[in-house]
């Protein structure tokens, strides 16, 4: 399906002093970027952009022109043995037994790790292949076999974690409320208009980007009736093209971008803080780029003007990523594992077969873990953000973890979304 608009967009500062306007100027189109990319306005500030830098550019100091090695691929380059994890039925039973001894032990998630959640050996054999499949093949796995259907919304969580935990060790934060669990589904049915700030918590097309984590996890409870595909998409990939067909958007994107400092995911305050959404660093290039905190992503937000070049950066990235992703219909069980530094992912629109009490709707339970053997070196400007997600003085025992999203308890809390969180969307 075709993605539709969502929010109102940034507008873009420098685009009158780039052509000659007049009223009905076939531009005044593309003085605005949305959240959802649009193919053919970017196509026009594209034509804009080439006649304003007037011949080649130069990559900035340090980057190269070409990263090389498995981890740079586009969709016609896989197979399914780069990225599928298959359980077969010892596996299942391993895991069922792991469960129930966890849970005669503990009545929380809060202490799952390899050691209270002991596998086979054969079972571990396929979580170290996971893990070789983020870091040494394609950037991203999926362990599928497993029959959501069958384990309460408890149950899932742990084996969830329990799972997790021998791909990453290290579990994450994902809101200032020490919440380790975030639930991507649409919840725009269930809260007043404006409670829901953040796309994930939406059904709208979500654009590339990356989240403030080094491994995302997602174990998918429920699948919906029509879109709601996974995108995922090589960094490497999308370096590459930039670099050799657009060496400055490189440019732009390793210089710093103002980013708002979200409060309750809204652009209620003026208070920013700069970074670039592109490194070279410990021979990896690696795109942290989100496009809500420059375009919003809701009709209330007000974000602040992009210059025309960051508005043709953020495009860029986007369809570079569309044109080599690969495009993955998520299976209910399915645990979809990304090396966020490594890959860009997106989620396209979607609809729910049904809104009401036990409707099938789209349902994926999201973690951030890290690996702290292979997780990788993050340059400076990073190191903040991550230390937030991943403290070192508080134990998993004292997060805070949101079992199941559609109880009585949960919804009176009001939508997961209300405080900032590692996600960017």
Do not use: C
Not at 24 to 30: A, E, F, I, M, Q
Not at 372 to 388: H, I, T, V
């Amino acid at each position: 399906m075709a993605p539709t608009p969502y929010g109102q967009g940034a507008p873009i500062s420098d685009l009158k002093n780039t052509t000659k306007r007049h009223q009905g100027d076939p531009l005044d189109n593309v003085a605005r970027i949305n959240y959802v990319p649009s193919r053919e306005t970017f196509e026009k500030r594209e034509k804009l952009v080439k006649a304003l830098l007037h011949g080649n550019q130069d990559l900035p100091a340090g980057f190269p022109t070409v990263i090389n090695g498995p981890l740079n691929w586009t969709y016609s380059d896989l197979s399914e043995d780069d990225w599928v994890v298959h359980l077969d039925e010892d596996d299942i039973k391993s895991v069922d037994a792991a469960t129930k001894s966890y849970l005669a032990k503990y009545d929380t998630v809060g202490h799952l790790s390899k050691e209270t959640f002991p596998i086979s050996e054969s079972l571990k054999t396929k979580m170290q292949q996971t893990v070789s499949n983020l870091y040494d093949r394609r950037g991203f796995a999926i362990v599928r076999g497993l029959n959501s259907d069958k384990y309460t919304p408890l149950e899932r969580v742990v084996i969830f974690l329990g799972l997790s935990s021998y791909v990453g060790g290290k579990l994450g934060l994902q809101t200032l409320s020490k919440s380790a669990l975030a639930h991507l589904t649409n919840l725009r049915p269930l809260y007043a208009e404006g409670l829901i700030k953040s796309p994930g918590y939406t059904n709208v097309h979500m654009s590339f980007h990356n989240d403030t984590a080094h491994i995302i996890a997602l174990f998918v409870a429920g699948v919906a009736g029509n879109g709601g595909g996974s995108m995922v998409a090589s960094s490497a990939r999308v370096y590459n093209e930039l670099a050799a067909m657009k060496p400055h958007v490189i440019k732009t994107l390793s210089e710093n971008w103002k980013l708002n400092r979200f409060s309750s995911h809204d652009f209620d305050t003026e208070e920013y803080y700069e970074r670039p959404l592109l490194y070279y660093h410990d021979g990896k290039p690696i795109l942290f780029v989100a496009r809500r905190p420059f375009t919003g992503s809701n009709p209330t937000d007000v974000p602040r003007p992009l210059s025309l070049l960051q508005a043709e950066a953020l495009d860029s990235v986007h369809f570079a990523a569309e044109r080599h992703a690969a495009r993955i219909q998520l299976q209910k069980g399915d645990i979809q594992f990304l090396n966020n530094l490594a890959v860009v992912h997106s989620r396209e629109e979607f609809r729910d077969a049904s809104i009401g009490e036990g409707a099938e709707r789209r349902h994926l339970i999201r973690a951030f873990i890290k690996n702290e053997e292979r997780s990788y070196s993050l340059p400076p400007q990073l190191d903040g953000a991550f230390s937030e997600i991943y403290p070192d003085d508080v134990p998993a025992s004292q997060y805070n973890y949101r079992i199941d999203p559609f109880d009585f308890a949960s919804l009176s809390q009001g939508p997961p979304a209300t405080s900032p969180s590692g996600t960017n969307g």
